[in-house]
C-alpha cells in the first residue's frame, strides 16, 4: 500500500474507465480510494456524519453504503457488483480501517489496490 500525496498525478486503475484521482480531495469532495470493473470507492472525511467505518461503492448509476466488514449498510447494487465489493472489502478490511483512522485525524488516506 503507497501513500499518494495531493499532488500526485491522476492514476489509472484496472478497469476503470477514468482516471482516478487521489484519495484526498483539495476541493473538499468524497475522496476515491479504489476503482475496479467499473466500480468506484469513495471514504468520506467527516467521521462524525457516518459512526460506523465504512465506505461508499457505486457502480452504474447506483450506490451504497457498505461496512468495512462487507456488510451492506444502506443503498443498493447489481447483485455481482455487490459481491465484488463485499470480496475486495474482505481482502482490504485492514487497509480501509487505516483508512478510516486517517480520515478521523484529518490525513490523506492511502489507495487500496483493486480486486486483481
Given amino acids: 500500500m503507497q501513500k499518494v500525496e495531493g499532488s500526485s498525478p491522476f492514476i489509472r486503475s ?3 474507465t477514468r482516471p482516478v484521482p487521489p484519495p484526498q480531495s483539495e476541493q473538499g469532495g468524497v475522496p476515491q480510494i479504489s476503482c475496479f470493473y467499473g ?3 469513495r ?6 456524519d457516518h ?3 465504512h465506505f461508499h461503492a457505486e457502480y452504474a448509476g447506483e450506490g451504497a453504503s457498505v461496512a468495512v466488514d462487507g456488510k451492506l449498510l444502506a443503498g443498493s447494487l447489481p447483485p455481482r457488483a455487490l459481491r465484488l465489493v463485499e470480496d ?3 481482502l482490504h478490511r485492514d487497509e480501509l480501517l487505516d483508512n478510516w483512522q486517517r480520515a478521523r485525524e484529518h490525513e490523506p488516506m492511502a489507495r ?3 480486486l486483481p
Avoid: F, H, S
Avoid at 43 to 48: A, D, S
Fill in 39 to 41: 466500480i468506484t470507492i
Fill in 14 to 16: 484496472r478497469l476503470c
Fill in 51 to 53: 459512526p460506523v467505518p
Fill in 88 to 90: 475486495w472489502a474482505k
Fill in 112 to 114: 487500496i489496490d483493486p
Fill in 43 to 48: 471514504m468520506y472525511w467527516n467521521e462524525r
